[in-house]
């Protein structure tokens, strides 16, 4: 049995203590010294990449005194969700009331803490997630590049099999013009992927692809979603980086290949000052065609020998089903390395205008024709130099190394213009042409130029020109121009000026 005065103690004791807790719980409005308990939130970084981590950091405290050892639990709410719900993530403040709570979101999340002693709750802080994007854009042979654009995001999210629009706007123009359709694909570990690939011009460019992403709001900030584009349209700038990939854009550089633009201008400067009617044609080393008056169409000369050495060839393997046998190298050799005309008649025999009209086709000629005789073909520069950029692959590989000995090993009577100016530096494959015509003097000249890695063709026609040697004079200027420091001295000029027979 307690004495009085033990009693009287332990009274005076509990009543303190009930004073006491009143003072820390008492809710607001109960009392003027009621003191609601404060728990802030606050994140490390707003903004992350996807498959990074944030840290969380708060406070709790009530009035100006730090809570210790008081339990935090975490509540998210991602985009899309409908409520709150919680995450599992929890711990306790330190002696100073402050808490940490490592947090790795997959996609735009709002958060907050909540302590249940003293009873708290924070206010909601977003975290961004921005897709973890990877672009590779790669230039390709003839003037194509490659655009490969990753994405990481939320596996959830089902970006796979949308349609991706493709702009191209070359140089600083503004239009945008689109190019291409392709789909997404997607992985099961959120992995999603475009890809295209595309001509350009050479310099500089700029590329955008874009697809209509479900659920686009849950990954990124505002700043990085736009309208795709279904259709061209005009923008004189873009951002230079996007961080999606519902809407990539990006400013890129082609090569453009040799011979470059000046050297192709200082030809036509060079051209256009000549007297007479003229064309020429470069197919560079990134398959770029360029030059002047491509499409005049002009007789041909003997210059379509070289499209009936390949024709023929074609037909031995692809109909005849054999390789040389009889007269056939008798008859090819003299046609190519002299200019023999009755033996381009024979070969125009075997062979007639429809395979020649095939190889046209295959060559990606667009002026070509022919009627009555191989002499009476017509065609343009453009024509010419697209044939001979594609000759390794118009002719069968049993008579490859053949054809490419007998066109760079003409006769060296014949061998003035291109070969004359671009030996050494260049292994040259040609074939001219020589006649004379109603307004004068016709001299034609194809050739295939080659070294190393690079490999350009080029054609120069000319009709009306005062004389052969003029017409000789004409093609030698051009190629010094496209072929720069390396062509040989253009002032010791070829002994071709009064050519023999079998020009055609």
Same mark, same amino acid.
């Given at each position: 049995?307690?004495? =009085?005065?033990?009693?009287?103690?332990?009274?005076?004791?509990?009543?303190?203590?009930?004073?006491?807790?009143?003072?820390?719980?008492?809710?607001?409005?109960?009392?003027?010294?009621?003191?609601?308990?404060?728990?802030?939130? /606050?994140?490390?970084?707003?903004?992350?990449?996807?498959?990074?981590?944030?840290?969380?950091?708060?406070?709790?405290?009530?009035?100006?005194?730090?809570?210790?050892?008081?339990?935090?639990?975490?509540?998210?709410?991602?985009?899309?969700?409908?409520?709150?719900?919680?995450?599992?993530?929890?711990?306790?403040?330190?002696?100073?009331?402050?808490?940490?709570?490592?947090? %790795?979101?997959?996609?735009?999340?709002?958060?907050?803490?909540?302590?249940?002693?003293?009873?708290?709750?924070?206010?909601?802080?977003?975290?961004?997630?921005?897709?973890?994007?990877?672009?590779?854009?790669?230039?390709?042979?003839?003037?194509?590049?490659?655009?490969?654009?990753?994405?990481?995001?939320?596996?959830?999210?089902?970006?796979?099999?949308?349609?991706?629009?493709?702009?191209?706007?070359?140089?600083?123009?503004?239009?945008?013009?689109?190019?291409?359709?392709?789909?997404?694909?997607?992985?099961? !570990?959120?992995?999603?992927?475009?890809?295209?690939?595309?001509?350009?011009?050479?310099?500089?460019? %700029?590329?955008?692809?874009?697809?209509?992403?479900?659920?686009?709001?849950?990954?990124?900030?505002?700043?990085?979603?736009?309208?795709?584009?279904? !259709?061209?349209?005009?923008?004189?700038?873009?951002?230079?980086?996007?961080?999606?990939?519902?809407?990539?854009?990006? /400013?890129?550089?082609?090569?453009?290949?040799?011979?470059?633009? #000046?050297?192709? !201008?200082?030809?036509?400067?060079?051209?256009?000052?000549?007297?007479? /009617?003229?064309?020429?044609?470069? /197919?560079?080393?990134?398959?770029?065609?360029?030059?002047?008056?491509?499409?005049?169409?002009?007789?041909?000369?003997?210059?379509?020998?070289?499209?009936?050495?390949?024709?023929?060839?074609?037909?031995?393997?692809?109909?005849?089903?054999?390789?040389?046998?009889? #007269?056939?190298?008798?008859?090819?050799? =003299?046609?190519?390395?002299?200019?023999?005309?009755?033996?381009?008649?024979?070969?125009?025999?075997?062979?007639?205008?429809?395979?020649?009209?095939?190889?046209?086709?295959?060559?990606?000629?667009?002026?070509?024709?022919?009627?009555?005789?191989?002499?009476?073909?017509?065609?343009?520069?453009?024509?010419?130099?697209?044939?001979?950029?594609?000759?390794?692959?118009?002719?069968?590989?049993?008579?490859?190394?053949?054809?490419?000995?007998?066109?760079?090993?003409?006769?060296? !009577?014949?061998?003035?213009?291109?070969?004359?100016?671009?030996? =050494?530096?260049?292994?040259?494959?040609?074939?001219?042409?020589?006649?004379?015509?109603?307004?004068?003097?016709?001299?034609?000249?194809?050739?295939?130029?080659?070294?190393?890695?690079?490999?350009?063709?080029?054609?120069?026609?000319? #009709?009306? #020109?005062?004389?052969?040697?003029?017409?000789?004079?004409?093609?030698?200027?051009?190629?010094?121009?496209?072929?720069?420091?390396?062509?040989?001295?253009?002032?010791?000029?070829?002994?071709?000026?009064?050519?023999? =027979?079998?020009?055609?």
């Amino acid at each position: 049995m307690r004495s =009085p005065r033990r009693a009287l103690a332990a009274r005076a004791s509990i009543a303190s203590g009930a004073v006491a807790l009143a003072w820390l719980y008492t809710p607001a409005g109960v009392g003027a010294a009621a003191v609601t308990a404060q728990l802030t939130a /606050v994140p490390g970084r707003s903004e992350i990449t996807y498959g990074q981590s944030a840290t969380i950091r708060g406070r709790l405290t009530l009035g100006t005194t730090k809570i210790p050892g008081a339990a935090i639990t975490l509540e998210s709410k991602p985009y899309g969700a409908k409520s709150w719900s919680a995450t599992g993530a929890a711990t306790t403040t330190k002696a100073d009331g402050t808490y940490s709570i490592k947090v %790795r979101p997959r996609r735009n999340t709002l958060y907050r803490t909540r302590s249940a002693t003293p009873p708290a709750l924070s206010r909601a802080v977003p975290i961004v997630v921005d897709e973890l994007t990877d672009a590779h854009i790669n230039n390709l042979a003839l003037g194509r590049i490659r655009v490969i654009v990753t994405s990481r995001h939320d596996p959830a999210l089902n970006w796979s099999h949308k349609r991706v629009y493709w702009f191209l706007a070359e140089g600083t123009s503004p239009q945008f013009k689109l190019i291409r359709h392709s789909r997404t694909t997607q992985g099961h !570990s959120g992995l999603t992927r475009m890809k295209e690939q595309f001509k350009v011009s050479g310099g500089r460019y %700029r590329v955008l692809a874009c697809f209509s992403a479900p659920n686009r709001k849950a990954m990124g900030p505002a700043r990085g979603r736009a309208v795709c584009h279904h !259709s061209s349209f005009r923008k004189r700038r873009l951002p230079r980086h996007w961080l999606t990939l519902s809407y990539f854009h990006r /400013v890129g550089f082609a090569p453009f290949g040799f011979p470059g633009p #000046d050297a192709v !201008s200082s030809a036509r400067q060079f051209i256009t000052g000549q007297a007479g /009617v003229h064309s020429f044609a470069v /197919v560079n080393s990134e398959g770029r065609m360029s030059g002047w008056d491509i499409h005049r169409t002009y007789i041909s000369a003997s210059v379509v020998k070289a499209m009936l050495l390949v024709a023929y060839l074609r037909k031995l393997h692809y109909e005849d089903h054999r390789g040389f046998c009889c #007269d056939d190298q008798s008859v090819l050799y =003299p046609m190519i390395h002299v200019s023999d005309n009755n033996a381009a008649t024979t070969i125009w025999q075997r062979v007639g205008d429809g395979r020649l009209y095939d190889l046209a086709h295959l060559a990606g000629m667009r002026d070509f024709s022919i009627s009555g005789i191989w002499a009476n073909a017509h065609f343009s520069a453009s024509d010419q130099a697209r044939f001979m950029f594609k000759l390794d692959q118009l002719l069968p590989d049993e008579f490859r190394g053949y054809a490419r000995w007998l066109l760079a090993n003409i006769d060296p !009577s014949q061998s003035w213009g291109i070969p004359h100016v671009a030996r =050494p530096y260049w292994y040259v494959m040609f074939k001219g042409g020589w006649r004379s015509t109603g307004i004068g003097q016709l001299v034609h000249q194809i050739a295939r130029l080659e070294r190393a890695k690079r490999t350009w063709t080029m054609a120069v026609l000319t #009709d009306g #020109d005062p004389s052969m040697g003029y017409g000789i004079g004409t093609i030698e200027g051009v190629t010094a121009r496209l072929v720069g420091p390396h062509a040989a001295s253009v002032s010791k000029a070829s002994n071709a000026h009064s050519l023999g =027979p079998g020009g055609g």
